[in-house]
DNA sequence: AGCACTTGTATAGCAAGCTATGCAATGCTA
DNA sequence: TAGCATTGCATAGCTTGCTATACAAGTGCT
């Protein structure tokens, strides 16, 4: 049975995945944020009020990480969630103030954790991997619509 | 700011594991394993009798990760802890019957996991998309020694 | 109108990741 | 040899991911 780890996607993409995730959790530590908030925090600073179910699929986040994320975050002063007015099942995510103030140096913290973390390969070599995932992406199961 | 989420490799390798992991975790879920075994049992399959340190530094694990990942393991029947008979403080790790049965449907999960995932690119994309990941890995702070 | 079905969200539970801490064993130095 | 520093591992706690379940609100059908 011929298996090395290195050559088994599934294995790097792990490996990868937390390299990232601690880099960039060291560098938003400062900030008060975490790892699992940062996507949420990504679609609400590009569209404010969106409702968790559109969260969920916009992240292809299961929804029980999302109510619980958006917990804490509430918890910790970043958004409120509100009933919307003509669906009393929905609730509309709405950032604070200190949430917006982050944007700026949290997408820093990100381009610095993904640039750092990428400078081993050539400008095109970064293209390429970029490019690669994505196409990974679109064409597995997992492919969110109108992702981009 | 310009940020697209789509355009950050961090991003994208978040996704990515998730929909590898959520794949493997439903192939490998009826031999009783569960995603987190995985490397541990790789690195035992190829040589049992490892210590948790050993393991530790092989997977770019946390030690505390892996003390969990282990005890589960112990008691789901894949593995027992013996100390060391020269370090009182060394726990060595062996493989039940039941764990060295399971290696050839393990792996043959995760190869038609792999497979269906990159079933999108070429052979040559998925062999570059390999090798960007090793790549990245090997000039990364996260970077283990002989990972091959 | 009443009921069955669907939808959106919260909660419980487990796994897997990390940081922090504690304790026993080992190694080093005066 | 004794004291201190280091090491290996277990445990606590939190976050982040998933599945499963429950409940209320909403929708559609008869």
Redesign the interface.
Known sequence: ?E??????????????????????SARIKPLGLT?GTF?AL?ELWETDGLTQKQLVERL?IEQATMANTLSRMERDGLISRRKDESDGRVQRVWLSERARAL??PA?SA??A??ED?????SAV??Q???A???????????AVDG??
Request: net charge positive.
């Open positions: 049975m298996f090395r780890k290195n050559q088994s996607a599934g294995y790097l993409l792990n490996h990868l995945a937390r390299i990232f995730a601690r880099g960039l790892t996507p990504l292809d944007r700026a997408i990100a381009l954790e993904n973390a990428l400078s081993g390969l070599e970064q390429q991997f970029v690669l995932m994505q196409k990974v992406i679109e064409t597995s199961s997992g992702e981009r």
